[in-house]
T-cell receptor
């Protein structure tokens, strides 16, 4: 069974915040949440990861609910170059391999 | 910047041929991975390696083998290519999973 559930597609207006949800209701205490994105014709790109605290870097913010059963990736000011497939992945700490699902196709609308 | 280089962007091979897909990384990463990507199925892990000469099966290893004789190079081998192995193949490397994977640009393999 898949560890995460994501909507297959979303649209967001350029310049607005893009909020991508991910459900991981069976997450265990040792499992991290990772986000990657894949722009057309390229390999996936690492964005951010977290365990239970909210995280922010130059690309995005990751908000994890207190019960850790869901998370949201936030792109604060979406641009056309953010159009991509976004993957939410849950994996055990210490497990070096990641299992990618089918992700959310985010389209930024001009 | 870490670079992961895949030897070919596009490849066309005949059914039954032995096919080598090469991947080289330049940042001394321990971990290397081979995925394939097909429409509607996302990325699926074929094989991975934690160290030189070490390999482990991923989710779909059937029909594939790998070789890691040097730390920087991880080769995917299709012993006898079949049409159902037509796909995009992606190589990745990482120091540790928490530092993120770096992917190559992919090799689109067509088996005819």
């Amino acid at each position: 069974d898949a560890k995460t559930t994501q909507p297959p597609s979303m649209d967001c207006a350029e310049g607005r915040a893009a909020n991508l949800p991910c459900n991981h209701s069976t997450i265990s205490g040792n499992e991290y949440v990772y986000w990657y994105r894949q722009i057309h014709s390229q390999g996936p790109q690492y964005i951010i990861h977290g365990l239970k605290n909210n995280e922010t870097n130059e690309m995005a913010s990751l908000i994890i609910t207190e019960d850790r059963k869901s998370s949201t990736l936030i792109l604060p000011h979406a641009t056309l170059r953010d159009t991509a497939v976004y993957y939410c992945i849950v994996e055990d700490f210490g497990n070096e391999k990641l299992t990618f699902g089918t992700g959310t196709r985010l389209t930024i609308i001009p | 910047d870490v670079k992961v280089t895949q030897s070919s962007r596009y490849l066309v091979k005949r059914t039954g041929e032995k096919v080598f897909l090469e991947c080289v990384q330049d940042m001394d990463h321990e971990n290397m991975f081979w995925y394939r990507q097909d429409p509607g199925l996302g990325l699926r892990l074929i094989y991975f390696s934690y160290d030189v000469k070490m390999k482990e099966k991923g989710d779909i290893p059937e029909g594939y083998s790998v070789s890691r004789e040097k730390k920087e190079r991880f080769s995917l081998i299709l012993e006898s290519a079949s049409t159902n192995q037509t796909s995009m193949y992606l190589c990745a490397s990482s120091l540790r999973v928490n530092y993120g994977y770096t992917f190559g640009s992919g090799t689109r393999l067509t088996v005819v």
